[in-house]
């Protein structure tokens, strides 16, 4: 059974930064594609960013420069630097197995002043 667990998310002020992260079990961590989602209020969930099991990476136009996407494969891990936050980033974000297609149950991002 895959289990996806975020953490890391809060509230930050315009301009500060976050780090998120995602603990994955019951999937052979090392060899899935894994993605970060995010879903604003009354808007669909989009990519945030996508990285393979290789550790190749792909970013959304509104999260490059900004974010980064990491992975630790022995700790069955992965990561979402942001940084220079600003309040269109605010919603749940989500971690994704692209393989399984299984999702976590998300962690509040909020920026606001």
Do not use: H
Request: charged share 20%; proline share 3%; aromatic share 8%.
């Amino acid at each position: 059974q895959v289990q996806l667990v975020e953490s890391g998310g809060g509230l930050v002020q315009p301009g500060g930064s976050l780090r998120l992260s995602c603990a994955a079990s019951g999937i052979i961590f090392k060899v899935s594609a894994m993605g970060w989602y995010r879903q604003a209020p009354g808007k669909q969930r989009e990519l945030v960013a996508r990285i393979s099991s290789g550790g190749s990476t792909n970013y959304a136009d509104s999260a490059k420069g900004r974010f980064t996407i990491s992975r630790d494969n022995a700790k069955n891990m992965m990561f979402l630097q942001m940084n220079n936050l600003k309040p269109e980033d605010t919603g749940v974000y989500y971690c994704k197995n692209e393989v399984r297609g299984s999702w976590g149950q998300g962690t509040q991002v909020t920026v606001s002043s």
